[in-house]
């Protein structure tokens, strides 16, 4: 795990996020979609199907194996209560009723939190959340440019959020010009015959698009400047058991 300033960091710079659906592809795939181009790679957990503890441990030491070399962030995207066993750097909570503050102190003070988010209101609802550090927003174009509306990518204030959902190389265009700068992929890259070659694909899109908007400049600045503001306390034993 990296320090929380380099975490912060990373993650305002990553474009890349990809989703990886269990332990066995993080074990054939964490390494050619890091050299690919991927900035943060996740394993997934179904909630109707947690994955075992054992299983969730090896995918996790995988990520950040493969990541040595390029310095990627490992991510968790599931459950609280899984996530806080693994310490991962960043957690994205799929549980709609999930209580992000009662998350951070779960999590840690070294786990920032992102939140999936299927409409405006919930897109709302994350940005103006003290206690969510991104966003990732899908399905849908529309969704997609509503986040850009309400927090554009090139303003230095906003939080980072990736699209999702229906992402590929097909669609990397249009979810550009919708205007997304960071994108979080899973199908499109498990199911390809060369995933780091679609990783790459992908992440050229969305380093020419970055590249070719002056106004990002700012963000890339903003990243190395003063140490963000934690909006969370850190964990107090004497605040009992947590309950998500």
């Known amino acids: 795990m990296t320090a929380l300033m380099g975490i912060a960091t990373r993650l305002k710079l990553a474009r890349l996020f990809y989703i990886a659906p269990s ?23 179904d909630p109707a199907e947690p994955i075992a503890a054992e299983a969730a441990e090896a995918a996790l030491e995988g990520i950040l194996e493969a990541a040595r070399t390029t310095q990627g962030l490992s991510g968790y995207f599931g459950r609280p209560v899984s996530a806080a066993r693994l310490s991962p750097d960043l957690a994205v909570l799929v549980d709609p009723e999930a209580n992000t503050e009662r ?8 786990t920032v939190i992102g939140r999936e988010c299927h409409d405006t209101d919930e897109v709302d609802a994350a940005l103006a959340d003290p206690a969510v550090d ?3 927003v899908g399905p849908g174009l529309e969704l997609v440019r509503y986040a850009a509306s309400v927090a554009p990518a090139h303003e230095v204030d906003s939080k980072p ?24 992929v899973g199908a499109a890259i498990t ?3 060369d995933p780091g070659a679609v990783a790459r694909v992908l992440k050229d899109h969305l380093r020419a698009a970055w590249n070719g908007d002056e106004r990002m400049e700012a963000v ?9 503001k934690l909006s969370f306390k850190p964990f107090d034993a004497g605040d009992g058991d947590i309950e998500l």
Do not use: C, Y
């Open 220 to 228: 890339t600045m903003s990243a190395f400047g003063t140490r963000p």
């Open 23 to 45: 332990a066995r592809v993080v074990a054939e795939l964490a390494q050619p979609v890091f050299a690919g181009g991927a900035d943060i790679i996740a394993v997934g957990e």
């Open 103 to 110: 998350a951070h102190k779960l999590l840690g003070e070294w």
């Open 134 to 136: 991104f966003l990732l």
């Open 161 to 184: 959020w990736f699209a999702v959902r229906g992402v590929s190389p097909r669609t990397i265009d249009a979810v550009v010009r919708a205007g997304a700068m960071r994108v979080a």
């Open 191 to 193: 199911n390809a015959d």
